[in-house]
């Protein structure tokens, strides 16, 4: 198991944090729409933090942008503007990058065969940038594809997933993760750790919410992917608490 630390799309934090807990392999950057524009993206800057925390680099693909839409036009495009991302990405040694397994509609069935057409594609371009392109389920959200069928259109697309916990409790609590990880296991390379709870609070410090979190011990233990802690704060305290939690799951 790698572990290491979402850092949004500032290379502040990722100076300021990833070298105050021991053990970060790598950060994980946004990139893109609503995130850091890879063109304005001082590489200088970015190559010196990650040699100075000796660590390497992951990237979290836009926020906003969906993976599909019912319109041809739109879908190639789509491509063409991840592709462009993901060549950046290899550019500058990332490893792996993120996306999000969304679409205009996702409970119109007709356009899943298209989200996974695209998801292909987009992955294609990935392993050409030497980047391997995990999708990421955020079911809890409007344009998010539910758990069984991001699964499902994963496999279908062969493409390796993200699994964020909190995402999964949020979705459906620790039922959802628990079916998740039993189900589509083999298929997680990537995971993103925090705690929820079902009051609608997010991205915690594991510990502080409701996720029984010896489930997904349960299932991925040994796990021998990347692990990124994905908890909305620069506390250095309870970022390292959370590491040392995931690591006495995932490692016992």
Known sequence: MELGLTVGDSLDRLDA?????????????SIGEGAADVDSIDEDRLHAALERTETELC???????????????INEAIVDYQTRLLEWAGSVGARKAVIHGTARNPHDTDQRPIFAAQLEKI???????????????????????????LGDLARESGTSVCFDVGHAYA????????????????LVSHLHVHDVRSRGDTHLPIGAGEIDYELVADHLEG?????????????????RDTAERVRARLER
């Open 17 to 29: 944090t990833v070298s105050d807990v021991s053990g970060v392999s790598f950060a994980e950057l």
């Open 59 to 73: 990237v979290h693909l836009p926020f906003r942008q969906v993976v599909a839409t019912p319109v041809p036009e």
């Open 123 to 149: 992955a294609a371009a990935g392993t050409e940038a030497g980047v391997e392109v995990v999708v990421e389920n955020v079911g809890h959200q409007k344009r998010g594809y539910p758990l069984t069928v």
């Open 171 to 186: 979705e459906d609590g620790d039922d959802g993760v628990d079916r998740f990880c039993s189900r589509y296991g083999d």
């Open 223 to 239: 796990f021998d992917g990347t692990v990124a802690i994905e908890v909305f704060t620069d506390d250095s305290v309870l970022l």
